[in-house]
Each structure stands twice: as structure tokens, then as C-alpha cells.
């Protein structure tokens, strides 16, 4: 059986998207690693495709290059399997988006929203009533479909199928489907002639037999069941190409073909595929020419391709790893597939070859991140001894290698040349930025969980077993003031002497004298916490476990529980001041608070994989990493260096601001960086001389630092 799988997606009510986003944005892999929904494309090189945290990723060079059209607000929970329910576009210009308000777990009823000028606005359309909105399709920009739930899940829902003939400005009610049985794919030919599949809703939630292809030839009011199937697994899309041939396909490698409207269905078992591989989306482009996605057990997901109506077929390789859940072809030989996890490959000559179009720097799970002050420098470690580095605040992340395949676990930069890694085993340093690594020798051997440096000679490493080992001559020597019993994930240096610990078992060590002594405070949990972070000697915040979030304003003396909202494992907390701060851990989950926890929001994060590990330059710049190489970067702001009128642009008159800010007690630049045109920190003449060669003598442009992310 199968589960109906449901992804979260952002929204705006009416309102033009962002230009400049304040939220969550996929760094690695590019444009995204979200689970991407059926595309929409409608000529080889200009198309949609929307992502599962409802982004519209679009491309008008064949996918070359892609705009992500960032959506704003509201939270829905969309459908994005079987094959793209939840939208449908008439053309480049006008579509449509369905789904859940409030999120599946607390559904608030449907949500339906309309784009006519490719995405720049959204109109929200009412739909109707419900607990969610499941299914829409529009064959053209009047007439369409949406199928609506209601009652309660899973014990007793049902659909509704509402229709509209002025492009979703009003909807009617036209069928409803029997208890437990609700309508989720379905494709409508013509404004009379549409089929659906019903699956079955089990007691626990899944999907299961009994399934049924049913037809309507009266625009959805009445339908009749033309086939079922009580076989183990689902039947889970469909894909009409005239009044005639039609395919359904499900799990169990289940492919079924019909040449008369439905009337007959031939089961194909000739397509070379285990009965235990799954079907996820299909399209054809013709009555004999079609493609297949095939999930395989235990192997990358592969197309089948029949040119004969499924007589014979071929395995076709498109190089995505995940699941596919979309495929479409606008002619013969041009087609797009895009899976899970942000998989995009296009096909020219019908499948016979695919060219993937993303970009990947690594697909190894990442455990932790170091950002530095400058915005620009970050570094991120993982698994199979996995070390990046970026030197322009994510923009390009480029591999620097250790010779080892050691698990890395955290990582601590000093400065843009000085950084430490602690892994399974091993202590690595760099003092040129990453370029070259070299392994330390620790007193001990053990998983070393967590690092902090306080400066390039002093930190702090911890791991299993209570290990505390401290250097202050850059890593020449260790103290090992390791404590035994539990483990330790991960520290904070406060001070020279100051610095604390956390574990297993509600563990909390605090030092004030160097780590001569170690004294155990109260955490009043016996839950793991997991990471710990203070942005001075007096404020810090652990996170661990079911979601526990402690907070200390006392250098870590006494801690009190902070309401996090969440039963998610949190696995890495970072405050960049005492109020702004951001934990991350399982099934993405992100959250973030700017008074010091005593609130805390989650915000889409665009993957319900786990992260492990945060870092920011500071409050409005940040980096997140985790499961599949995933680096995604949080940037709020508007600021543009060199920008110090505030207008936008960089004009002659940016220019007497700065020499009015230096030489006439003129305005402060706010924030700095708007004068600090060359980036090295201050507001000096020679930012003025840097703006002058900028605008009048082809000089390279300003330098993006600090809160300019411009």
C-alpha cells in the first residue's frame, strides 16, 4: 500500500512575489532539493515546474538557468504525488496551484491560488468548502476541475468535484464520491469526457486495493467504474491521449492499457520490470509512444519507452537517483523528468540520451557548518570525509579534500585561514582557509562530536565518553580533561576559561577555569540535547531531543525550558546575538526566534529531510546543511554596498553621500556597508575612489559584506 504523500508550500494572497527573498534558499543542489512536481512546459526550452515548499522554478533556455519565483506567507500543503494534482498551466502565463491550508496536520480547508502573468502575482481563488483541496486541471483558461475533501482522515473523508467555467472566479459542486474512496488523479480531454482513479483509504491512512479507473461523459457529474482491481498495490496515475488510448499505471509494477475509452484494459506484464518496482508518472505523446517512470527496488529510478504501444519497451537511464514524479514531452523527441530531491534532467532525441539540469557539489550528508562575520566564508563537513567551502556567501561551493574517509562531524573556523574539524576518530587543521589539511594527534581516540575555537590557538573539542580535550597553542598539545560517562555532542567557549558542554542524558559542563574543572548543572531533563550555542558570556540556548530548547542567561549556571513548538529531534542551534537565533534538526525542520526563544516560528524549510547543523554571520545570513549534501542559505535583506542614498542603484549621488558622511558630519551609512564600497570593513576615502572607478572608469563593483547582501 501506499501513503499519500503531501508536501508543504508557500503561498501569497494576491500579492506580488518577493524580489529579494527573506527565506530559506537552495544553495546545494541547485535550483533545488525540494520533490518537484509535474512540468508544465510548452515548447522545448520555456516551462514550469513546482517544487514540494512551493517554489515555481522556470526557465525559458531549456534549463540552462532558472528563476525560482519565491511565494510568500501563507502555509499550504500540496499533493505532489501521484503526478502533479496539485497544479495545472494553461500556458506560460496562466496556472494554478491547490492544496491545504494550514498544512495536512492541522488542514484549516483548501486553498486555491491563480497566477495570469507567470507568477509574478498570485490571486487567491475560493473554492469552496473542505478540509483540503486535493486535485485541479484546467483545459483552458475558463474550464476546470478541482476535487476537494472533506469529512475526517482517515475514517471517514470524501471528495468533491467542483467546477468552474470562468477560470475559478466561482466553483459549483458537481460529484461526490463514496466514503474512503476520494477521486486524487484524474485528467479531463475535453469539457465532457474525463477519467479518475479511486483508491482506497485504509484505517491507518494508506492507500490501498481496492482501486478503480472510472469515466465521466458529462463533465464530471455522473461517473461509472470501468475497471477494478484488487491486487496487491495501488493504481496511482493515468494518462489519456485521445477519447481512446488511454494508460494507468501503479505499484507492483502495474501498467495497463485501454484502446476503446476505457471500455477494456489490458494488463502489460512485458515491460522487463520486477512486480515489487513502482510506477509513478507516465506521459504520452501519441497512442504508441509513451514514457514511464519506474521505481526499481533498491536502484536508481529508471524511464521505460515504448514506440508501439507498449509491444515492446526500452530502459531508458535519466540519471536521477530519486524517485520520479513528472514527466512531460512537448514533442517526440523533447521531454523533461524531475524526481525527488530536486532532480531535472531534459531529453532531445526522445529519451535516448538525458543531460541532467542541476547542478550537485555533493550528495554526501552533511553534519556541520562554520560561517564566518564576512558573510562570504563558510565552511561545511560530512560524511565520506567531505570538506566545502565557499568564499562568496554560497553563490559557488567548491570540494576541498582530506585524504581519509573519516564521518566529519563539526566544524570551527577562527578566521578565514584558521579552522578545526572534529570527526570519527580524527581532529584535522587548516591554517589556509581549507586549501590544506593536516591531522592532529589527540591524546585519545574516540568520535569526537563538537568543536569551538575561541581564537586560532584556543578551543575545545568533545565526544563519546565524556571526552573534553583542550589546546591553546593551535592544536601542538591537548589537555584531556575528559570527564567519562556520557557522551558529549557539542560546546561553546565563552571565554579563555569559560566554555560548556552538552550531551546525553540532559548533560550539561561548565568550566570557568580553563577545563581544570568541569561542574554538572541542572538541565532538569534526562533528554538528550544535542547542540549548544552562547552569542556572549551570559546568553546561550541548548537543543536536544523531542524538541527541548533550555535557555541560560547566566553563563550557563542555570537553565530554564523554552516552548519550541515542535516534537522534532532539534540537532543544531546558532544565535547570533542574545535574540536572534535558529535551530534546525529532523524532518526540516527550521526554527527561529528574535527574543532570545521566549517565541519561536518555524518557517518552511523546503525538505522534510534532516538538518543537522547552523551557522550565521550574523541575524539576517545564515547556512543550514544536511541529509543528500543539502546547503540551504537564509538571507533578509535589502542593503546594496556602495547603495548609500537607499534608492536602488549606484549614482553619482551615492558618491557626495559618502563624502558627506566623511567630510561634512553627513549621515552615518546604515547599515555601514551601504559606504563601504570596497568592502574591507570601514568607510574611508578610498571607498570613495572605488565608487568613482566603479561609474565612470569600468571599475569592478562594490563589495558585498556584512548585512549587504547586494
Known amino acids: 500500500m501506499r501513503k499519500i504523500i503531501i508536501f508543504s508550500l508557500l503561498l501569497v494572497s494576491g500579492l506580488t512575489a518577493i524580489a529579494q527573498p527573506t527565506s530559506w534558499v537552495w544553495q546545494n543542489p541547485k535550483p533545488s532539493g525540494e520533490g518537484l512536481g509535474k512540468p508544465h512546459f510548452f515548447s522545448p526550452n520555456q516551462g514550469w515546474i513546482t517544487t514540494e515548499a512551493g517554489r515555481l522554478i522556470h526557465t525559458t533556455n531549456g534549463g540552462n538557468s532558472w528563476t525560482t519565483h519565491e511565494l510568500d506567507t501563507l502555509a499550504l500543503s500540496v499533493i505532489l504525488e501521484p503526478e502533479g494534482p496539485g497544479s495545472s498551466f494553461v500556458n506560460d502565463s496562466v496556472g494554478w496551484v491547490i492544496g491545504i491550508l494550514g498544512g495536512f496536520a492541522n488542514p484549516l480547508g483548501p486553498a486555491l491560488y491563480k497566477t495570469t502573468d507567470q507568477g509574478v502575482s498570485w490571486i487567491k481563488q475560493d473554492v469552496g468548502s473542505g478540509i483540503f483541496g486535493v486535485g485541479v486541471q484546467f483545459i483552458n483558461p475558463d474550464t476546470g476541475w478541482a476535487t476537494v475533501a472533506d469529512g475526517s482522515f482517515p475514517d471517514s473523508l470524501f471528495a468533491y468535484l467542483r467546477q468552474t467555467t470562468d477560470g475559478g472566479d466561482s466553483w459549483s459542486t458537481i460529484y461526490t464520491t463514496p466514503q474512503n474512496s476520494p477521486i486524487i488523479p484524474f485528467q479531463f480531454l475535453d469539457a465532457d469526457n474525463g477519467w479518475g482513479i479511486r483508491d482506497s483509504i485504509s484505517p491507518d491512512g494508506e492507500l490501498g486495493p481496492p482501486s478503480r479507473i472510472i469515466h465521466t461523459t458529462d463533465g464530471g457529474a455522473n461517473w461509472s467504474v470501468q475497471f477494478e482491481d484488487t491486487t496487491q498495490g495501488t493504481l496511482g496515475n493515468l494518462h489519456f491521449v485521445d477519447l481512446n488510448n488511454g494508460w494507468v499505471i501503479g505499484d507492483s509494477g502495474k501498467i495497463l492499457k485501454t484502446t476503446d475509452g476505457g471500455l477494456n484494459w489490458t494488463v502489460l506484464t512485458n515491460a522487463g520490470i520486477s512486480d515489487s518496482s513502482r510506477n509513478r508518472a507516465l506521459f504520452f505523446i501519441s497512442p504508441d509512444t509513451g514514457w514511464i517512470g519506474n521505481d526499481p527496488p533498491d536502484s536508481p529510478a529508471v524511464i521505460l519507452h515504448t514506440t508501439d504501444g507498449g509491444a515492446n519497451w526500452a530502459t531508458q537511464d535519466p540519471d536521477l537517483d530519486f524517485s520520479i514524479f513528472g514527466i512531460q514531452f512537448v514533442d517526440a523527441d523533447n521531454g523533461w523528468a524531475v524526481s525527488d530531491f530536486g532532480g531535472i534532467a531534459r531529453t532531445t532525441d526522445a529519451g535516448t540520451t538525458w543531460n541532467l539540469k542541476t547542478s550537485t557539489i555533493t550528495t554526501n550528508f552533511l553534519q556541520g557548518v562554520s560561517a564566518l562575520p564576512d558573510g562570504n566564508n563558510v565552511w561545511a563537513v560530512g560524511q565520506n570525509g567531505t570538506i566545502l567551502h565557499t568564499s562568496n556567501g554560497g553563490n559557488n561551493w567548491g570540494t576541498q579534500f582530506f585524504a581519509g574517509s573519516s564521518i566529519l562531524n563539526a566544524v570551527s573556523f577562527a578566521n578565514a585561514n584558521v579552522g578545526y574539524i572534529a570527526g570519527d576518530g580524527t581532529i584535522l587543521k587548516t591554517t589556509d582557509g581549507g586549501n590544506n589539511w593536516s591531522e592532529l594527534t589527540p591524546p585519545v581516540f574516540n568520535t569526537f562530536w563538537g568543536v569551538d575555537f575561541l581564537n586560532p590557538a584556543t578551543g575545545i573539542v568533545v565526544g563519546g565518553s565524556g571526552t573534553i580535550l583542550r589546546t591553546t597553542n593551535s592544536g601542538g598539545s591537548w589537555d584531556d580533561q575528559t570527564t567519562g560517562g556520557s557522551d558529549l555532542q557539542s560546546v561553546s567557549t565563552l571565554t579563555f576559561n569559560k566554555a560548556v558542554a552538552v550531551g546525553s542524558g540532559g548533560t550539561i559542563l561548565l568550566t570557568t577555569d580553563g577545563g581544570n574543572n568541569w561542574v554538572s548543572q541542572n538541565s532538569g531533563i534526562l533528554t538528550q540535547l544535542n547542540s549548544v550555542s552562547f552569542s556572549d558570556t551570559s546568553n546561550g540556548t541548548a537543543v536536544g531531543d523531542g524538541g527541548i530548547i533550555l535557555r541560560s542567561t547566566d553563563g550557563g549556571v542555570n537553565w530554564n525550558p523554552q516552548t519550541s513548538g515542535t ?76 547603495d548609500m542614498t537607499g534608492e536602488g542603484s549606484i549614482l553619482l549621488p551615492d558618491i557626495v553621500a559618502v563624502i558627506n558622511y566623511l567630510f561634512r558630519s553627513g549621515p552615518i551609512p546604515d547599515p555601514l556597508c551601504r559606504g563601504d564600497a570596497n568592502g574591507n570593513g570601514t568607510v574611508l576615502l578610498n571607498d570613495i575612489v572605488y565608487l568613482i572607478n566603479f561609474l565612470f572608469r569600468s571599475g569592478p563593483a562594490p563589495v558585498k559584506t556584512g548585512e549587504c547582501c547586494l
Open 567 to 642: 516534537s522534532q529531534t532539534l540537532r543544531g542551534v546558532f544565535f547570533s546575538d542574545s535574540n536572534n537565533g535558529t535551530a534546525v534538526g529532523e524532518e526540516g525542520t527550521i526554527l527561529k526566534t528574535t527574543d532570545a526563544g521566549a517565541n519561536w516560528t518555524r518557517p518552511p524549510s523546503g525538505t522534510e529531510q534532516p538538518l543537522t547543523g547552523v551557522s550565521f554571520s550574523y541575524s539576517n545570513l545564515g547556512w543550514t546543511v544536511g541529509s543528500f549534501g543539502f546547503i540551504l542559505a537564509y538571507r533578509d535583506c535589502s542593503a546594496r554596498a556602495g
